[in-house]
Each structure stands twice: as structure tokens, then as C-alpha cells.
């Protein structure tokens, strides 16, 4: 069997959070020739390239990224041993790495992870973003999969799986007041404020194409890409806010909100997007698997 040097993985963790090799010799107060034979020599015991060499610098390889968990899962342990010695006992962990699109509903990405969530041996790093931002993140194995309410384009170079995790109606909300007003959709809507999402949304594209079949124009009184911030600016009861009902359910649920027209015709997607990755995180087989075996995260709701 290959030998695995602990000092190699040690050079090596340090490699890859430096992405530098030149960086990381003067920290370890080496020679970068030296290092980047430790790195080869590493290299050869795994039979795999850990890094892409680039002008720009190094990028781990999808081979590199699974390393790079085991080794600091092993430098973990390491540490564990002197605080057991020290009687301060830790316990060892899998990372989930998560790319949330910013625009997704929290409550959302809370009942999609709510399973690993409350596992001791599990540890979730969420990162959040634009989607472009976050499939450069996937492609680069710096997380395991991406959060989003629209699926991937599959190209040459980029092999992504876009699972359909759930599908809602979008409705319009606001405080109780708003309905004893008791407005009609979509002819009664005309200079009737309201929260959308911004134009990028497919949501608010297709409400727009049903107000504009009926003629009318409501009184946009705010563009909002957080749907934190659009469950928050309803609470204000200034306008009726468009959304998910997942995105407001607390609030619907305490009667701080309520649901003024359900809105059928406009369906907010939620996909969770994969690579085809030769050592893919068993994690994601189980959230995802969860929503193929009919158990959804999000159920829709009846009135």
C-alpha cells in the first residue's frame, strides 16, 4: 500500500488554502522547490493531480477537494488527540458546502438542510450569492451543490443536474387589512402598491404578463432581490408584497400577514444544482434523494 506521509497532508492544507505554492514554502520556511516536491511526492502516493497549474495560480482538482477534507479531517483529529489529553474532548465532523442563490427564500433553504441540520457529525458551511457567482464556486468543488429557483444550462465544459425539489404558487400578501379591501385580481389592481421581486425574477416577469392581459398597472413601490427583505417591508403594511408562501409562513401563521389572492398561472421553482463529480459528497445524495422518494420539503398549502 502507498505510504501517506501526515507531513505531506500537512504541507498540503496549507498549499490549498494559499493557493500559492510560493506563499506557502515561506510560511513552512522552505524552499518552493522542496515544497513542490512534497506536493508531487503526495501526489504520487494518491494517484491523483491535487492542484491545476494556471498562470494565475493553483485550483484544486475535483480529487484535490476530496483530499483537502480528509486531510483536515485528519489534522482534526490530530488536534482532537491533544485536547483529549488536555480533557477538552472534540468530536469529528462532515462538511456539507452550500451555495445559496441571495434571492431564495431562508425558510426554504431551512427545510431543504433541516435534516443534516440537527446531526452531531455533520458541520454545513452556507455560502450566498448571485447564481453565475455560485456555479464558478461548484465548478471549483468549493461547494457541493447550489440552491437555486432556476435550473442550470448544461454546456461542454460544465456537466450540472438540476433537481426539481418543489414548485409553489406565488400569492400576494400583505397585513390583514388588506383584506377587508377585498380587491380583485387582476382587473382591481390598477395604482394598488405593491413589492416585487426584481426584474431578473421569473415570478415577476409572469405577473407582469398577466396584469398587462388584463390592462392594468399597480403602483410599484419597491424592487427588492432579498426575499428577507420583501417579507420584512410587507410587515410595513404600506403594500401587498409578492411571493412564495414559504417565504412569509411564520408571519401567516402569527396573522401578522395575511394571504390576499393566491396566484396560480406564476409558479416559484426551488432546484438544487449537482456536478457530475467522480467522488461526489454523500450528503447530497440524501437531501436530494429525501425529495425523489415523494417526501417534499415544501408542501403547498390549501385556503
Known amino acids: 500500500m502507498p505510504f501517506l506521509n501526515y507531513h505531506h497532508l500537512r504541507y498540503f492544507r496549507l498549499i490549498a488554502r ?3 505554492l510560493t506563499r506557502a514554502a515561506k510560511k513552512l520556511n522552505l524552499s518552493a522547490p522542496a515544497l513542490s516536491l512534497q506536493l508531487k511526492q503526495l501526489e504520487e502516493s494518491l494517484g491523483h ?5 494556471r498562470r494565475s495560480g493553483l485550483l484544486l482538482t475535483e480529487a484535490g477537494r476530496i483530499a483537502l477534507d480528509y486531510a483536515e479531517a485528519i489534522g482534526r483529529t490530530g488536534e482532537e488527540l491533544v485536547d483529549v489529553m488536555q ?15 441571495a434571492t431564495l427564500s431562508r425558510n426554504f433553504q431551512l427545510e431543504f438542510l433541516r435534516p443534516v441540520l440537527h446531526r452531531d457529525d455533520v458541520e454545513v458551511v452556507i455560502r450566498s450569492g448571485g447564481f453565475p457567482e455560485l456555479l464558478l464556486l461548484l465548478h471549483s468543488h468549493q461547494v457541493d451543490l447550489v440552491l437555486s429557483n432556476q435550473p442550470a444550462r448544461r454546456g461542454s465544459e460544465t456537466h450540472w443536474h438540476s433537481h426539481l425539489l418543489a414548485e409553489q404558487p406565488v400569492s400576494l400578501v400583505g397585513t390583514p387589512l388588506w383584506k377587508k379591501k377585498k380587491l380583485r385580481f387582476p382587473e382591481g389592481m390598477k395604482d394598488v402598491p ?13 405577473f407582469e404578463r398577466l396584469l398587462a ?13 432579498d426575499m428577507a427583505m420583501i417579507r420584512l417591508l410587507a410587515r410595513e403594511g404600506e403594500a401587498l ?5 414559504v417565504v412569509v409562513q411564520s408571519e401567516i401563521q402569527e396573522g401578522i400577514l395575511v394571504e390576499t389572492h393566491r396566484i396560480p398561472q406564476v409558479q416559484e421553482t426551488f432546484y438544487a444544482v449537482t456536478p457530475s463529480r467522480r467522488f461526489p459528497n454523500p450528503l447530497v445524495g440524501e437531501l436530494v434523494h429525501r425529495i425523489a422518494d415523494k417526501k417534499p420539503v415544501v408542501k403547498k398549502r390549501r385556503t
Open 241 to 245: 408584497a409578492l411571493v412564495p408562501l
Open 87 to 101: 480533557h477538552r474532548p472534540r468530536g469529528g465532523r462532515q462538511v456539507l458546502r452550500v451555495g445559496a442563490v
Open 194 to 206: 405593491v413589492i416585487l421581486p426584481s426584474q431578473e425574477s421569473n415570478t415577476r416577469a409572469g
Open 213 to 225: 392581459s388584463a390592462g392594468v398597472r399597480p403602483r410599484i413601490v419597491a424592487e427588492v432581490d
Open 18 to 20: 494559499d493557493l500559492n
Open 49 to 53: 493531480p491535487l492542484f491545476e497549474r
